[in-house]
């Protein structure tokens, strides 16, 4: 039924949406930000007589090194301003929850040892439990 995500079909309807739907809009002024930023600090660097190394240079504006993409400057001045959600790291489950709701460690600690002195594995390694 094409629930893959490199189905050919949700792949054409990926980039109906970004060349034609609401994402082009998004995406268009995106490069057109980021297209005048770097039109600017080309122009700056050919008025003070330096050369361009390559498209990707650093703009130096008061003493610091900064390469803004994407509006990233409302980001770096207050980071709690932004609405991105952090999805890195662990989130805590339902039974993570519960365990610190009584006091104990969220994570159980393993107590084991291998026969190679460090700490045992959480299962058993070999035939699955389960056959198929």
């Known amino acids: 039924m094409a629930k893959s995500l490199r189905s050919k079909v949700k792949r054409a309807f990926r980039t109906k949406k970004r060349t034609e739907g609401v994402y082009a809009a998004t995406d268009a002024a995106r490069l057109n930000r980021l297209n005048a930023k770097l039109a600017g600090v080309i122009s700056k660097q050919h ?72 700490l045992a594995a959480r299962r058993r390694a070999g035939r699955p439990s389960r056959r198929r």
């Open 47 to 118: 008025k003070e007589g330096n050369e361009v190394d390559d498209g990707l240079e650093t703009s130096k504006l008061d003493g610091q090194d900064t390469m803004d993409l994407d509006g990233s400057e409302r980001a770096q001045t207050n980071p709690e301003a932004s609405n991105h959600v952090s999805t890195h790291g662990p989130r805590g489950s339902r039974r993570e929850e519960w365990r610190k709701s009584k006091g104990m460690d969220p994570v159980p600690k393993r107590k084991g040892m291998n026969r190679q002195g460090g």
